[in-house]
């Protein structure tokens, strides 16, 4: 049972990219998901969460409307949209899943994570 984080890339400002959360080995589709990022010398910092019926949606404050997300149940995958790109969005960005808990909280070990994909944007 797993998450795996693919996407990232490098972009300039203003780009963009879609980030997927692939999940193997059970269904996530009636799972709180969430993503996070982390840049060197930073703390974990939450970017996006989606609750269990997928009903509500959740960003950091620093979004702005620059990213949306979307869960594929049939493909049991959770995307994440971000556009106009800034260097501070510079990270790796996580995915991370847990049977009952909104995944919003940084600092809380979820069930399920995945490993990471690099984003990286060039001013």
Do not use: H
Not at 56 to 61: I, K
């Amino acid at each position: 049972v797993q998450l795996q984080a693919s996407g990232g890339g490098l972009v300039q400002t203003g780009g963009s990219l879609r980030l997927s959360c692939a999940g193997s080995g059970r269904s996530f589709t009636n799972y709180p998901m969430g993503w996070f990022r982390q840049a060197p010398g930073k703390e974990r910092e939450f970017v996006a969460a989606i609750s269990l019926t997928g009903e509500n949606r959740y960003f950091g404050s620093f979004v702005k409307g620059r990213f949306s997300m979307s869960r594929d149940s049939a493909k049991n995958t959770l995307y994440l949209q971000m556009n106009d790109l800034k260097p501070e969005d510079t990270a790796v960005y996580y995915c991370a899943a847990d049977r009952w808990r909104l995944v919003r909280d940084p600092l809380t070990t979820y069930d399920y994570w995945g490993q990471g994909t690099q984003v990286t944007v060039s001013s």
